[in-house]
Structures are given as C-alpha cells and as structure tokens.
C-alpha cells in the first residue's frame, strides 16, 4: 500500500509539471495603429502567458497568417531576473530574441 501511494504522489507530481510546462509561454498577434500610446504603428508578436521559472518565452510569427506562437527557450543568462521571474512585459519578449512587434 505504501508503495502504491509513492508511485501515485510521483505520477501527480510529474503530471503537474507538464501542465505548467504546456501552459506556458503563450503568444498573439497585434497590429498596433499609429498613435495609439504614442506608437509609429506597426504589427507582430506580444506574449500573454510567461515562461515556466529558469526559462525565457520566444514569440514568433508563424506563416503568412496572423498568428504567433511561444517557444520556451533557455535564458542566456540564468541570473538574470527575467529567468528567475519570467513575466508578460517587452523587455521578457526582447530578453528572449523573439518577435516584440506587438506591444
């Protein structure tokens, strides 16, 4: 009996991580309009679902369409906060090399 709750605590613990992994790091599309909080306009990517902690979330364009997606990537450096606190903001989207175009 011991040994059942073991291996059903590891398979809740793994299936969390997963899901944390899945739902991280989401990216949209925008088309920005000129003069909207002072912007030039413009169109691309902006994210709305941060990385998983130790990572940094890429968006990119994908095809033709207007659609974008988020890739979790490795930090360049680890130390950095936005490694250790991903968050939604441009500079977490320029911290990533990603498609920024967006905000």
Known sequence: MEKMIKVLISVF???VLLLETTL???CRYNIVYEGHNGHNGGSGCYMVRPASRGTACQCRPV???FICEGRQ???QNR???LCRYPDTS???CIFANGDC???
């Open 79 to 81: 130390n950095h906060y």
């Open 90 to 92: 441009k500079e977490a």
């Open 73 to 75: 990537v490795d930090c």
């Open 63 to 65: 095809g033709y369409a």
């Open 13 to 15: 613990v793994v299936a």
């Open 24 to 26: 991280a790091c989401e």
């Open 101 to 103: 175009g967006g905000y």
